[in-house]
C-alpha cells in the first residue's frame, strides 16, 4: 500500500474546506485559557478531514448552494474528533497521527470532559441550523457511534469476540458517519427520498471500506506509516477481522495473543512474537478475506451512485475516492 493525497479530490471544494476550517476555529474559540490550549492542540494535529469533504462533496453534487454544507461540515467533523478523543483514553494511547494525545498530555479526566465538550458544541451547531432531518441523522449517527464504544468495550481482552461483534463495532463507529456525512448532501439539497437513501448507501459503504483497510494497516504498515505502534489494536484488547480469520485458521494463534495481552497494553509486543504473528499471517492467508471485502465495498458505493443525477465532475471525484482509499498506507 502507498500513502495517497486526497488534494486532487478536494480540490473543487477548497475554497469550502477552508471555510470548515474556520468554523472549527470559531466553534473551538474559547474564553477558557485551559480549554483554547486544548482546542489548539488537536488542531494542529488535524487529519484528512475525509467527512467533511465527503458532507461539500455530496452538497455539490446533488446542487445545495447555502453554507449549510459547511456548518455541518464542520458539526460531522467535531463528533469524529470527539470519537477519537475519547478512544484514546479507553485504549490508554499515547499516539496520533505522530503527537501526543490529549489524554498523555493532561490526563483523562480533563481530556474526557472535553470530549463531552466537543459533542455538546457540534449539537448546538447542528440545532441552529433549524433542519428537523439533520438533527435526526445527527441524533442517529451520535446515538449509534456511542452503542458501539459499548459493544467495543464490552468485548475488549475477549477471545470469543465474534463476526458479529466486529461487523457491529464497524458499522456504527465508522460507517454510519460516512454515511451521515453523505446523506446529508441530499438532505440539504432537498432530493427525493431514494436519492437521499442512495446517497447514504453510498456513504455506509465508503466507511466499511475505510475500516476495513484501517484494520489492515495495523498489520501491514509500519509504526512511521500509521502515526503509533502497528499492532496497536491487538495490543488494546480488539481482535479485527484479520486476527479473528488468523484465530479461525490456526487456533495455535490463541496462546500468541494471551502472551501479548497478559503482558498489559504499555508492554511492547517481543520480537518473536511478532515475527510469529507475521509469518502466520502471511502462510494463512489471513488478510486476503478482509481485502476483499474493502473491495467489495467500494464497488458497492460506486454502484449506489448509479441513479443519483448530479454534477458530472464531482460524480467522478466520489466514483474515484472509495478507490483510491483502498491504496492509502496510513
Given at each position: 500500500m502507498k500513502r495517497i493525497s486526497l488534494a486532487r479530490y478536494f480540490a473543487p471544494i477548497q475554497s469550502r474546506l477552508s471555510a470548515v476550517e474556520e468554523e472549527l476555529k470559531r466553534t473551538l474559540q474559547s474564553d477558557v485559557p485551559l480549554v483554547q490550549k486544548l482546542a489548539d492542540h488537536i488542531r494542529e494535529g488535524q487529519g484528512k478531514r475525509l467527512r467533511p469533504a465527503?458532507?461539500?462533496?455530496s452538497s455539490r453534487f446533488c446542487g445545495h448552494d447555502s453554507d449549510l454544507d459547511v456548518r455541518f461540515g464542520a458539526v460531522f467533523e467535531?463528533?469524529?474528533t470527539a470519537t477519537l478523543i475519547h478512544d484514546d483514553v479507553i485504549d490508554h494511547a499515547e499516539l496520533r497521527r505522530s503527537k501526543p494525545t490529549l489524554n498523555a498530555l493532561w490526563g483523562n479526566t480533563l481530556t474526557v470532559l472535553f470530549g463531552d465538550l466537543l459533542y455538546?458544541?457540534?449539537?448546538?451547531?447542528?440545532?441552529?441550523a433549524r433542519s428537523w432531518r439533520m438533527m435526526e441523522i445527527f441524533a442517529e449517527v451520535t446515538t449509534r457511534m456511542i452503542e458501539g464504544e459499548l459493544i467495543q468495550n464490552h468485548v475488549l481482552f475477549r477471545m470469543d469476540t465474534s463476526r458479529q461483534d466486529y461487523f457491529d463495532i464497524?458499522?456504527?463507529?465508522?460507517?454510519?458517519l460516512f454515511s451521515g456525512c453523505t446523506e446529508s448532501g441530499a438532505v440539504l439539497a432537498q432530493r427525493s427520498q431514494a436519492d437521499c437513501e442512495a446517497m447514504r448507501h453510498y456513504g455506509l459503504e465508503v466507511g466499511r471500506a475505510f475500516q476495513l483497510v484501517d484494520d489492515l494497516l495495523d498489520y501491514t504498515a509500519t509504526s512511521e506509516q500509521l502515526g503509533k505502534p502497528a499492532f496497536s489494536d491487538l495490543r488494546e484488547g480488539k481482535l479485527t477481522l484479520p486476527m479473528l480469520t488468523l484465530l479461525e485458521r490456526v487456533p495455535e494463534a490463541r496462546a500468541i495473543v494471551e502472551r501479548i495481552w497478559a503482558?498489559?497494553?504499555?508492554?511492547?509486543?517481543?520480537?518473536?512474537?511478532?515475527?510469529?504473528l507475521r509469518s502466520l499471517i502471511q502462510k494463512h492467508d489471513a488478510l486476503s478475506e478482509t481485502r476483499a471485502l474493502a473491495q467489495a465495498a467500494s464497488r458497492a458505493a460506486v454502484?449506489?451512485?448509479?441513479?443519483?443525477?448530479?454534477?458530472?465532475?464531482?460524480?467522478?471525484?466520489?466514483?474515484?475516492?472509495?478507490?483510491v482509499l483502498l491504496e492509502r498506507s496510513k
Open positions: 465527503l458532507v461539500l462533496l467535531l463528533v469524529h455538546l458544541h457540534s449539537m448546538s451547531s447542528a440545532i441552529q464497524q458499522e456504527r463507529k465508522t460507517a454510519l503482558a498489559g497494553e504499555s508492554a511492547p509486543i517481543s520480537l518473536a512474537d511478532e515475527a510469529e454502484e449506489a451512485l448509479a441513479g443519483v443525477q448530479g454534477d458530472a465532475g464531482i460524480r467522478k471525484l466520489l466514483v474515484e475516492i472509495p478507490e
